[in-house]
């Protein structure tokens, strides 16, 4: 049996040169996958790979013994004839160039879609309305109506941990029904946003007070991951709009993160404890970083506070309850969520929900809920022909497994966005970024692309350079009609929102047409330097543009970045929904731990018997002996004095 399973290491960009004879495909397709029967065939990946390492032609049959064979009875997406159509379309892709086919005012405007004050234009894709057809068609062969079903029908597409997917359950309306099983989950989710209301407007009303009788005005939100990185893109998001600074004023909202103490010390910088509230995220109450600045923090409250502090000034969103009880929190400050909500998907529950409202009020956040809802049912409604998440993940399909962009950049045109990136990185990376399909065989192609971002128009005097002359990367161009804060110079040629959007416009246009050096000469460029300031062009992008940036937008753009990854993966036949990439490290960091602590009790070194490679035994020890006056003999607590003044406390960087 020939083995089409094979994991290569090379880049896409020849995935599409060599078509493979599929004549024995048949059309019967199950979710994300293709029925297949026949066994002597090369498939187009495989001779690409060999061909992208040097060799010609067929793969040798050395070469394909060594790689993974798949299962005979289901293949991957990648064998269906949907995927070979627009493998062959490919070659009539490449003969465009943007340049033409912005000039084709009927291609431009079928690319044009908006919904509810979101305008998405796919103009400065690589694409012509066949290709959109023939990407449609895909998704059609992935079953991709019927997973958007099955998601918000509650079926566990989550199968390794065997749970559903239901985070549009946390924005949706108190009528709604919405299952995990036979379980209407929206209830549940009610009552823990009811209890986040009441909360929430007696600390901000001053009835909820601290053990001093102030009122808790600074809140600190101890989560990482998916509860740290959805809520602080929101709380950037909102902290100038009119109507949630508003309601925020006289109140902070700051996030603990990292375990590095560095963070603490800046999360806690000019704090008092009298007036802080801590909430402490974590589903299991175990997660090590968190629990370990949720120890630090606590420290830094009762020290100045007393025991009783930590009752009065710290909460959790937790469903373990006995652990959450044992740190000291009352249980009935504890805001649940459930297993069916992934970390990255849960900023819409009680992970953002409760510092969020804490800062700007939940009638503000609930206004952020209905945005998300908004957006997801145009995602579970609208036909594929009008649904801008579904044309999203389309176009990231080509781009990824068909032009072999492997990277996308997010460039919001406002800075209140500036923390959209570094969300949908975790959003996109972590759900999409697999090396197995659904049932455990190998794809066949590359899965995810690498997102990184900046707010323009900073990124320009950073990045742009490779994006225009050197890599191809996709761009996604997010502008705003009406700025948060309008500013407008006398004298000035245009407002200050004006010149940002400026560059917004030209930005994406500069990629698609370029400048060719026929364009050059006529500017009288010198012929040494038309090399160098020839821009290539064809270089695909799509712009978004919102009416304004308010808690409503927010959730509409934070759903329609969840939904577009949902069906990358829906498509690629990976699941989204999990995340075991991450386990490993915190294993073998478990392993480092309980080293150094020894090492540190006993004032010794790493030896080769502790069981690490050489490498690591080095880098330990060098670690070790630059701080060989911190010593673990005895239990002790050791701060720097700018947190918590004492006996033990130390100036920030007298540990060496």
Known sequence: MLSAGLHHSGG???????????????????????????KGRTPSHIRATAQKSGQRGPVAPSALATMPAINETVA?????????????????????????????????????????GITCDFSRQRVTPKTVKLLRNLAGAANLKTKISQMFAGEHLNVTEDRAVLHPALRAPRDEKIYDGKKNVVPEVWEVLDKIKGFSNKVRSGEWLGVTGKPLTDVVAIGIGGSFLGPLFVHTALRTNHEAAFEAEGRQLRFLANVDPVDVARALNGLKPETTLVVVVSKTFTTAETMLNARTVRTWLTAELGAEATAKHMVAVSTNLKLVKAFGIDPENAFGFWDWVGGRYSVTSAVGMVPLSLQYGFEVMETFLQGAWDVDTH??????EENIPVQLGLASIWNVSFLGYAARAILPYTQALSKLAPHIQQVSMESNGKGVAIDGSRLPFESGEVDFGEPGTNGQHSFYQLIHQGRVIPCEFIGILKSQQSVYLKGEVVSNHDELMCNFFAQADALATGKTAVELRAENVPDHLIPHKTFTGNRPSLSILLPELNAYTTGQILAMYEHRVAVQGFIWGINSFDQWGVELGKVLAAKVRTAVNTCRTKNKSLTPADGFN????????????????????????????????????RPPTSYL
């Not at 960009?13 to 996958?33: E, G, I, Q």
Request: glycine share 2%.
């Open 76 to 116: 991957s997406i990648a064998y269906s004839d949907e995927w070979r159509q627009l493998e062959e379309h490919l070659g009539e892709v490449d003969k465009l160039h943007l340049r033409d086919l912005l000039s084709d005012e009927a291609r431009c405007n079928e690319l044009f879609f908006e919904h509810n």
């Open 379 to 384: 995602f579970r409604d609208a036909p594929f």
């Open 614 to 649: 050489h490498s690591t035994t080095k880098l330990l020890n060098k670690y070790l002996q630059g701080k060989a006056q911190l010593l673990y003999p005895e239990p002790r607590d050791v701060f720097p004095c700018e947190l918590i003044e004492g006996e033990v406390c």
């Open 12 to 38: 896409l960009n020849s995935l599409h040169r060599s078509v493979s004879d599929r004549s024995s495909l048949k059309s019967a397709t199950v979710p994300s996958t293709v029925r297949i029967a026949s």
